[in-house]
């Protein structure tokens, strides 16, 4: 698919998602950067500001197959990969997928399950795959996981470990709509709910297209380096416990060539870098207690990082 393509579907496809998400125009962008960069998202926010409708938005508009996953405390790993069940009749077994057989999985409040059901998600994330009873069942593309958690409420949750969290690409949050756009919202939904009207902009192979041409956008030398020493900052930081993984490099480095498709741009500049630096980075790290006493969230620490590491020109 050629560039100019990339950049009208992008459009719509934003357009499109943005009839139901009324003033997030930066949290409707983050997910689609981690569409086309063939990642994953972590929403962390309050319960109603709109989690769960951009999962059911996105899929919309592209003609895929959605599928929610409400997860709690008796949920089972086979709940979510599938079972293989045992056929008296002709004594054969036969696999029945689970709902992570799907193009948009909305994991809702996925800290409310077990560490056990919560590892069920590791391989599909990773490597697109899932293994039940020794056999490897592929998954379809495109695959992207939305999950979601609750920050204000802990009681019978389950706080994700960190190489639960490695495998999404990106943590974001809502927040509340601004007074001029949550009277838009009113408006808009005082006869009817835009959601039940979206109507699909491109199918699923045009997703397969467009993911491609992300592997496409040019990179400087320079770039290279750049991604390297941000992540590698990271590990040597004294306000940090714990710095990020090079499965981060990696993210990094995709989640800022799909910020460039998305600036209309067949090339990667620094500023690409810079703007999905904090989404990808802020959940991989760990704020020393000493930091964290002071008020000094990880994503303070990364933006003295970002000032810190040359740009190139």
Do not use: W
């Not at 008296?88 to 056990?116: C, W, Y």
């Amino acid at each position: 698919m050629d560039f100019e393509t990339v950049y009208q579907n992008i459009e719509r496809l934003r357009a499109n998602i943005e009839k139901v998400m009324v003033g997030k125009r930066e949290v409707v962008d983050l997910a689609i950067t981690c569409l086309l960069a063939e990642g994953h998202l972590l929403v962390e926010d309050v319960p109603g500001v709109g989690k769960s409708m951009l999962a059911k938005s996105i899929a919309r508009s592209l003609e895929a197959n959605a599928r929610r996953i409400q997860f709690t405390p008796d949920l089972l790993p086979s709940d979510i990969t599938g079972t293989t069940l045992y056929n008296q009749k002709d004594h054969s077994f036969t696999f029945k997928p689970g709902p992570v057989f799907g193009h948009i999985i909305l994991a809702d409040e996925i800290n409310r399950a077990t560490p056990r059901t919560q590892s069920s998600l590791l391989e599909a994330m990773e490597e697109k795959q899932v293994t039940v009873d020794g056999e490897t069942h592929p998954l379809e593309s495109p695959f992207f996981v939305i999950g979601t958690q609750n920050p204000i409420e802990f009681e019978g949750t389950y706080p994700l470990p960190i190489s639960q969290l490695d495998r999404f690409m990106m943590k974001t949050s809502f927040g509340y709509l601004k007074t001029e756009d949550e009277v838009r919202m009113l408006r808009e939904r005082k006869e009817a709910v835009p959601i039940d009207e979206l109507a699909p902009v491109m199918g699923i192979a045009a997703i397969r297209e467009m993911q491609a041409t992300v592997r496409q956008v040019k990179v400087e030398d320079s770039l290279y380096d750049y991604v390297v020493g941000i992540v590698s900052a990271t590990r040597r930081s004294d306000q940090l416990a714990l710095g990020a993984s090079p499965r981060t490099t990696l993210r990094l480095f995709r989640a800022a060539q799909a910020t460039a498709l998305l600036d209309r741009r067949a090339y990667m500049i620094p500023d690409d870098v810079k703007a999905v630096a904090r989404p990808v980075l802020a959940h991989r790290v760990i704020v020393k207690a000493p930091v964290q006493y002071k008020g000094q969230p990880s994503d303070s620490v990364l933006t003295d990082i970002l000032n810190q590491v040359p740009v190139p020109y």
